[in-house]
Nanobody, 122 residues
Framework: QVQLVESGGGLVQAGGSLRLSCAAS????????MAWFRQAPGKERDFVAA???????TYADSVKGRFTISRDNAKKMVYLQMDSLKPEDTAVYYC????????????????WGQGTQVTVSS
């Protein structure tokens, strides 16, 4: 079991940047696949990016080239650097963890944070 707490959300203009952080607690953090998902109002929760010690980094097509996921195993932290933000990036962003080697589906992740709101104005 791992506990997750997100931070760093906020309001930003289109074209701007934000960096989300996710603090994890629990053992063997370095073996977990860590991911970011997002959920816009009235929509399903969608995969954004994941980082795994075995398979590397994976991104949704909608964020490739704009978002960067990274992790610091010593600090038990995961980050999502978001650049060139668009209004359609507006959503609640969730940090998630799984013991699977990789994953892009909500049901593959049993551990979730409470979410942080990101709002991009046009």
């Amino acid at each position: 079991q791992v506990q997750l707490v997100e931070s760093g959300g906020g309001l930003v203009q289109a074209g701007g940047s934000l960096r989300l952080s996710c603090a994890a607690s629990g053992r063997r953090f370095d073996t977990y696949t860590m991911a970011w998902f997002r959920q816009a109002p009235g929509k399903e929760r969608d995969f954004v990016a994941a980082v795994s010690w075995r398979t590397g980094k994976t991104y949704a097509d909608s964020v490739k080239g704009r978002f960067t996921i990274s992790r610091d195993n010593a600090k038990k932290m995961v980050y999502l650097q978001m650049d060139s933000l668009k209004p359609e990036d507006t959503a609640v962003y969730y940090c998630a963890a799984t013991e699977r080697q990789s994953g892009t589906v909500v049901t593959e992740y049993p551990n979730w944070g409470q979410g942080t709101q990101v709002t991009v104005s046009s």
